[in-house]
């Protein structure tokens, strides 16, 4: 037997003003694109933002449906969006908010995005860093989806 451990990697900055200028715009765009949710049923909002290599910033929010489950969360709006419109393109960073009652909360990924997100990040060979808005305006700053979902699924296909 052989006991082993991981490390899970991330910051944490006090408000969005402590982030560097690009990921601040990142979490900015998150925040605008929060207020375009379309969550008739949950009421709660959320807005994504992936930075791509080349400086485009795709947004996403989530999208929700009367047959509950063909909704989709912000987060894989926003991937798949800017897979489609970049095709092979390394997504470098992600940042997600969440918008309730007036007030921008927090937002961490679904265990369904954070699948995504790796496999987006395994086909790049390059990290995303991936930022969520916290309560209070504080902004967690994880290095790598692998410190938000260690042993993915990967198939042998
Ligand atoms: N949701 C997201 O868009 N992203 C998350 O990280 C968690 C949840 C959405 C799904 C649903 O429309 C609403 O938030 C309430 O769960």
């Known amino acids: 037997m052989e006991r082993k451990e991981l490390i899970v990697?991330?910051?944490?900055?006090?408000?969005?003003?402590?982030?560097?200028?690009?990921?601040?715009?990142?979490?900015?765009?998150?925040?605008?694109?929060?207020?375009?949710?379309?969550?008739?049923?949950?009421?709660?909002?959320?807005?994504?933002?992936v930075?791509?290599?080349?400086g485009t910033i795709v947004t996403g929010s989530n999208q929700e449906n009367v047959a509950y489950p063909s909704g989709l969360c912000a987060e894989r709006?926003?991937?798949?969006?800017?897979?489609?419109?970049?095709?092979?393109?390394t997504m470098t960073a992600?940042?997600?908010?969440?918008?309730?009652?007036g007030e921008y909360c927090e937002a961490s990924p679904c265990?369904?995005?954070?699948q995504v997100m790796a496999e987006y990040e395994q086909c790049s060979e390059h990290e995303m860093t991936v930022l969520?808005?916290?309560?209070?305006?504080?902004?967690?700053?994880?290095?790598?989806?692998?410190?938000?979902?260690p042993f993915t699924f990967e198939a042998q296909l």
């Open 51 to 54: 930075q791509m290599a080349d």
């Open 9 to 49: 990697d991330y910051s944490e900055y006090a408000s969005v003003a402590e982030l560097a200028d690009d990921e601040r715009e990142l979490m900015e765009r998150a925040m605008e694109t929060a207020l375009n949710a379309y969550a008739p049923y949950s009421h709660f909002h959320v807005g994504a933002a």
């Open 94 to 101: 992600m940042a997600i908010v969440g918008y309730n009652e």
């Open 77 to 89: 709006v926003a991937m798949y969006s800017a897979s489609a419109q970049n095709p092979g393109q």
């Open 132 to 149: 969520c808005y916290l309560a209070g305006g504080r902004i967690r700053r994880i290095r790598g989806v692998k410190s938000l979902l």
């Open 111 to 114: 265990g369904a995005c954070r």
